[in-house]
């Protein structure tokens, strides 16, 4: 098994700088394409003889928005990503998006489900696998919880088992099959994306599904020593 490591530990240096550190650790880098590591094209990840992930951009997109323009604005942001994932074979992490007020949640679901279709014609077109990831705890994000996976249809998700933690089911969802993992700890309040060990997750339970899936994990560990003692720690495990 290979660990792959976000760059979010190292979001506040430059992309190439993060690329530099992380490609001397592991094969398997994914791009937070947000902040400085936003991508505009796929040529610095060519430098780097390493195999991708792209989490796509979240913070001011909205797959669920139920202002039209802003949804398509959101796909369109989501098809730069699937356009530079594609040349470099990389499959796309994306959020589902949110709605404003409780009342406007069925049809904000709705809007969901219409992005989603538009991205899998997309994805089809780019050669893109892509997978929808759970939320944490935050007010009004949509796919909180594994009865909301049907939500997504045949789209395959993400688990982030800091977010299902957060949440308080992560035993639920490790039952449902899973085409990424994203691994950090918290204590089951907050989304701390702390060390492996730092908070009160199970990760010989977690572990056993992801070595059971054949699936390469992401380390999205807040900080570069976390994810080096994450690594330790994983590795520890029987």
């Known amino acids: 098994m290979i660990f792959g490591i976000s760059t979010y530990c190292l979001h506040d240096q ?6 530099d550190t992380l490609s001397a650790m592991t094969g398997f880098i994914e791009v937070m394409d947000e902040g400085l590591h936003h991508l505009e094209n796929a040529e610095l990840l060519k430098e780097f003889p390493v195999t991708y992930s792209i989490h796509a951009p979240s913070r001011g997109t909205n797959l ?3 202002l039209e ?4 604005a959101s796909v369109e942001v989501m098809a730069d990503c699937f356009r530079i994932a594609g040349d470099v074979g ?3 992490v994306l959020h589902p998006g949110y709605f404003a007020w409780q009342e406007e949640q069925k049809a904000a679901e ?13 994805a089809a ?7 929808v990831e759970n939320m944490g705890n935050w007010d009004y ?3 909180k919880s594994p009865h909301e996976l049907p939500l997504i249809g045949k789209t395959p998700y993400a688990l982030d088992v800091g977010h299902a933690h957060q949440n308080h089911c992560l035993a639920e969802f490790l039952q449902h099959p899973a085409g990424h993992y994203h691994l950090h700890d918290n204590d089951g309040t907050t989304d701390a994306h702390a060390a492996v060990g730092e908070g009160t997750i199970d990760f010989s339970a977690v572990m056993k599904v992801v070595r059971e899936s054949g699936v390469d994990p992401v ?3 807040g900080t570069l020593p976390g994810v080096r003692l994450s690594i330790e720690r994983l590795r520890a495990i029987d």
């Open 141 to 143: 994000f949509l796919i």
């Open 219 to 221: 380390i999205e560990v």
């Open 69 to 72: 323009p802003i949804r398509r």
């Open 14 to 19: 430059a992309l190439k700088t993060a690329l």
């Open 90 to 92: 990389a499959p796309v």
């Open 110 to 122: 709705q809007q969901l489900v219409r992005s989603l279709n538009e991205l899998h014609s997309l």
């Open 64 to 66: 669920a928005s139920l």
């Open 125 to 131: 077109e780019y050669s893109v696998p892509f997978f």
